[in-house]
């Protein structure tokens, strides 16, 4: 089982748009690294995102171009929502899971996978990036990642 875990494109700040939608920028990111998942035959059964403009608008960006079983908006994938119980939903799984979230919500996620500790962060998360974790049957791996500024163009 993979686990994609993607934080949400650069966004407006709150004093621009209370909203948060994404700039030009964090679309034209998105929009790359949702490309080289697609070049790259990346196949995922499901995907997750939280109910924040930012992260519905990068789960839309990348969900044109991958194919998805279910797409499914959460409200406990917000910034501060705790880990525990989507980790252990994750495990009951058992299929291909691509999650758009937050900060800090999913270093802590992260952490909580690979060391079964939410702290120290082992894992720094750039908007629009990609990181993926393995799951063997008995432990998560980091797999791979990518990050925007290793496609060019930024």
């Known amino acids: 089982m993979k686990l994609y875990l993607i934080q949400h494109g650069i966004s407006l700040s709150e004093k621009e748009d209370p909203q948060k939608p994404l700039t030009p920028e964090g679309i034209g990111q998105t929009e790359k690294v949702a ?8 196949t995922v059964d499901s995907l997750w995102h939280s109910n924040k403009l930012r992260a519905i608008q ?78 063997d049957g008995r432990e998560f791996r980091l797999c791979w990642f990518i990050v925007p500024e290793l496609l060019g163009g930024f």
């Open 58 to 135: 990068t789960a839309q960006i990348i969900s044109q171009n991958l194919n998805f079983k279910e797409i499914r908006q959460r409200e406990d994938l917000a910034p501060l929502e705790p880990v525990n119980k989507i980790a252990y939903e994750i495990l009951s799984l058992n299929k291909d899971l691509m999650i758009v979230g937050h900060l800090p919500f999913l270093a802590k996620l992260a952490n909580l996978l690979l060391i079964n500790r939410e702290e120290p962060s082992l894992i720094s998360f750039k908007n629009s990036g990609v990181v993926v974790l393995e799951y």
């Open 35 to 42: 490309e080289f998942l697609k070049r790259n035959n990346i």
